[in-house]
Structure formats: structure tokens, C-alpha cells
């Protein structure tokens, strides 16, 4: 994930074998305890994917990655 860039397309295969096609529109990284719920969880406006992965330093004591990198995209290809 962490090599996609803005106007980048990702297409995805629904279930009733139609592509759904979004743009990228930003990535960021959040501290684990930062991430912004509202944000990257909502519910409301226009269609959007959000894809998230861990990012940052590892953290050999806690045995995870110290952040959380998300991918905001929006539906639809870029102009």
C-alpha cells in the first residue's frame, strides 16, 4: 500500500462480478492510539475506500508495528 500515490486507480471485482474503480486521493500514518475513527471508519458522503495496513518502526517488545498507514480513495477514476 505504501507505494501508491495520489490519481492512482484501484479496482476492485464486487461479488456480481462488476469493477468498482476508486482514486487515491491521500495516504497517511497514524500512531496506533491516534487513528482517527471518525474519519477512517466513516458512514456518511459519497462512496469512498479506505484501505489500511501497519506502518512505522517496528516494535520488537510489543511484537507490532508502531502505526497504522491508511489509504484514503474516492469512487470513480481521476480526470
Do not use: F, M, W
Amino acid at each position: 500500500l505504501s507505494s501508491l500515490r495520489p490519481g492512482d486507480r484501484i479496482t476492485l471485482r464486487r461479488e456480481d462480478g462488476a469493477d468498482a474503480t476508486y482514486t487515491v486521493q491521500a495516504l497517511r500514518q497514524y500512531e496506533k492510539d491516534a487513528l482517527p475513527d471518525s474519519q477512517v471508519y466513516a458512514t456518511t458522503g459519497p462512496p469512498a475506500l479506505r484501505l489500511i495496513t501497519c506502518g512505522g518502526a517496528y516494535d520488537r517488545g510489543r511484537g507490532e508495528y508502531r502505526d497504522n498507514l491508511v489509504v484514503y480513495a474516492t469512487a470513480g477514476r481521476a480526470h
